[in-house]
């Protein structure tokens, strides 16, 4: 349908004379059918739907919403044929994953975590809701705030990392972005512990303590719901023998009765059906019994609930009190999106949304900024401006697609700027050249023309890594080095004796060894999306100073993994000497891993002050003041992170070695110093009891301040309840 200017006044002229609609009255009107329909997700693209009797289901009342239907004209179409031709005229909902961006395609969410700007987060968040809306989009499926501590996992690139307090906060952030404009809803996904797979395999099981659950994975939920998100997505995994989508406990009575979420659940594609795969379900029939029982609204894709819902109604299974309870929530959801109201998208309106100046230069910085400097020996970074010449070798130097990452929405590899592209735009005068070296993937014994180019150049940079299906959903690793021939390529390089920087691009830590140890400089910059080369050129150039840090441990090696900041002592706590035996150590390897989380270096250097404490201790009502000075003590200007850390080192249950509870990005002048204030209280001392409840001890509590989960600058004072 075009939405011509006679035709878009007539339906504002009839939205403004639509009555406000009564959920409760409608919902009395309808059928039992029509509310099956109303909790039937199907899918589609920029054509429509990709099931050939889609259009006839909307027909039906038999769709409520779509998933992967976009597109003003396509969105225009199918809404109109719901709105006008169905007896109750209920509009359609179109959800799209736009996990970090739509059209601009910003950094992986893994490395934009890295930049510890959650202003930043939000904005990105707010372009990426406003590109989707323009193509009819008014439902994204993220942010995405599971909790990762192994990077065999290949999602772990959609999250903020391992840490629960951090991803409390990017999920706070996020969500308020998406949501900003009020015509679009993000979802938190997925509920709940899926990034605890086994063997960090994609849809494996996952099995935890409630106490686990309650202070490592459910902490960033909590923080979307605060934010007012609309919905959440069940997910694949299982908990204690009981699938997310079957789950009860966490989807009705932590999510409904504990937290008074009024929103939406959504299961993951098919994860209804799959039910039946688990073995907790025969029959499609005895899925949905148990999917809808549990607290899951809508079913994506597979069609359980519309085939059997009105017999289970009628054989007592499904009562017609929770049916409506569902229908009643997406109906809510709707009416707060105003699609009653204004179902419609205007079209023609992509132009003046996509790939706008705003939006490049706003993915830009957030590329920059996710750049993190893992070493930098003899200050070999950054580069002069003045060099003659350039050599980027390596298989991700000019690839467009990988440079998007996993979940690229609608990105498409022809807008975006590679290394070599912002390195030649960066650098107009000098000579740049290109030599791919090896693949991603596959052996290569002959890297004659890469040493060449090396030996030929004044700069060398390495771009090696992942390409973009090596992370993501369904890519998970049972190795995290580099793959294929690129660190015989990097050694290769390192024998000429040149100087070298390494490029990262990748979605997960890696393994990195011998180049950890060996190469004089390393920058991970993740996958940057759409300006990717611009914004690793500005670090590596000098025209931004790296400030991010690392939002998940990197591992020496995978026999670490899962490894992460905050474990606990275990009662046999290793002290690092070598003849010491018996203690909870590796015979062949160090515990520490090859870089901490929230580790990152920069350009210039900050000197971090010991904390001082506004008092001695602290009560249940008085909260305390954390102050520390940072200074800018080298010669150019920065950003640090500073970043503080308790551990209470006697309680009712064992408690983890060190614990996030703030963060303070500073950007400072040379010689500038700046006092940073953190308060702490109550709530950053509670932990889930022995016998249940949120429970803070008496006694002695630590309190660290640093640059990263190392923080050497240490307090103390003593909590009185």
Request: net charge positive; with cysteine.
């Given at each position: ?44 693209d920029h054509q429509g739907f990709s099931d050939k009797d ?82 009819g989009v008014k439902w994204t499926f993220a942010p995405m ?276 592209a912002g390195v030649r735009a960066r650098l107009p005068g ?292």
């Amino acid at each position: 349908m075009k939405l011509t200017l006679p035709t878009l006044l007539g339906l504002l002229t009839a939205s403004a004379l639509a009555q406000p609609v009564d959920i409760e009255s409608l919902l009395q009107q309808m059928t039992t059918e029509e509310k099956l329909g109303q909790l039937m997700q199907i899918g589609g693209d920029h054509q429509g739907f990709s099931d050939k009797d889609g259009m006839e289901m909307v027909r039906a009342s038999q769709v409520g919403s779509t998933l992967g239907v976009r597109g003003a004209a396509t969105v225009n179409r199918i809404q109109k044929v719901a709105v006008t031709e169905t007896r109750l005229k209920i509009p359609i909902l179109f959800a799209f994953d736009v996990i970090h961006g739509y059209r601009t395609i910003f950094p992986v969410p893994l490395g934009e975590a890295a930049s510890f700007d959650l202003k930043g987060m939000e904005e990105t968040a707010a372009a990426a809701s406003r590109e989707a809306y323009a193509h009819g989009v008014k439902w994204t499926f993220a942010p995405m705030v599971d909790i990762a501590r192994d990077p065999r996992w290949g999602r772990v690139v959609e999250g903020a990392g391992e840490d629960p307090y951090y991803g409390s906060l990017v999920a706070r952030a996020r969500v308020k972005g998406f949501q900003r404009s009020g015509k679009v809803v993000a979802c938190a996904k997925h509920w709940v512990a899926y990034g605890a797979a086994e063997a960090g395999r994609d849809y494996n099981t996952a099995d935890m303590s409630e106490r686990t659950l309650r202070e490592v994975y459910f902490p960033p939920f909590k923080a979307a719901v605060d934010a007012k998100v609309g919905t959440f997505m069940s997910s694949f995994n299982e908990i204690g023998g009981v699938p997310a989508s079957a789950n009860r406990f966490t989807l009705t009575d932590v999510l409904r009765g504990e937290w008074k979420w009024d929103g939406v659940v959504v299961s993951d594609f098919t994860s209804v059906e799959e039910l039946i795969k688990h073995g907790i379900a025969g029959t499609p029939a005895e899925a949905c019994e148990a999917a809808l029982n549990a607290g899951v609204d809508i079913e994506m894709v597979s069609r359980t609930y519309l085939k059997n819902g009105a017999r289970l109604i009628k054989d007592g299974k499904l009562s017609q009190a929770t049916l409506d309870e569902s229908v009643r929530r997406v109906l809510r959801l709707k009416k707060r999106l105003g699609l009653f109201e204004d179902p419609y998208v205007p079209e023609g309106t992509q132009a003046a949304n996509f790939l706008i100046p705003e939006h490049r230069q706003l993915a830009r910085v957030s590329a920059a900024r996710s750049c993190v400097l893992l070493k930098n020996d003899k200050n070999l970074l950054p580069y002069s401006k003045n060099v003659k010449s350039v050599a980027i070798i390596g298989p991700l130097g000019d690839s467009q697609q990988d440079m998007m990452g996993s979940w690229n929405g609608d990105g498409q590899k022809k807008d975006v700027t590679t290394l070599l592209a912002g390195v030649r735009a960066r650098l107009p005068g000098a000579r740049v050249t290109f030599v791919k070296g090896c693949p991603v993937h596959g052996v290569v014994t002959d890297f004659k023309t890469a040493v060449a180019a090396a030996k030929a150049a004044d700069v060398v940079l390495l771009a090696v890594g992942e390409d973009a299906d090596m992370s993501g959903e369904a890519a998970s690793r049972t190795s995290i080095d580099l793959p294929g021939s690129q660190l015989a390529l990097i050694q290769a390089i390192h024998a000429t004796g040149k100087p070298y920087t390494v490029v990262l691009m990748n979605g997960r830590p890696l393994a990195l060894g011998w180049v950890a140890d060996k190469s004089p400089a390393i920058l991970e910059t993740w996958f940057a999306g759409t300006e990717a080369g611009n914004g690793i050129a500005d670090v590596l150039f000098g025209d931004v100073n790296p400030s991010g840090k690392l939002p998940i441990t990197f591992p020496r090696n995978l026999g670490q993994v899962p490894i992460y900041y905050n474990s606990k002592n275990t009662g046999r706590p290793w002290s690092g000497k070598k003849n010491e035996k018996y203690a909870s150590r590796y015979l062949d390897v160090l515990n520490s891993p090859q870089y901490v989380f929230g580790y990152g270096l920069s350009y210039t250097r900050f000197a971090i002050s010991a904390p001082r404490l506004s008092a001695a201790t602290m009560d249940a009502s008085s909260p305390l003041t954390v102050s520390v000075e940072v200074k800018n003590v080298g010669n150019r200007a920065g950003a640090e992170v500073v970043q503080l850390y308790i551990q209470d080192p006697v309680a009712g249950v064992t408690r983890p070695v060190r614990e996030l509870r703030g963060i303070e990005r500073v950007e400072l002048a040379p010689g500038e110093t700046r006092t940073v204030n953190f308060t702490l209280s109550r709530k950053d001392l509670l932990y889930w009891g022995p016998k249940g409840g949120w429970v803070a001890d008496p006694g002695e509590v630590l309190v660290y301040v640093g640059n990263s989960s190392a923080a050497t600058g240490k307090a103390s004072f003593r909590y009185v309840p």
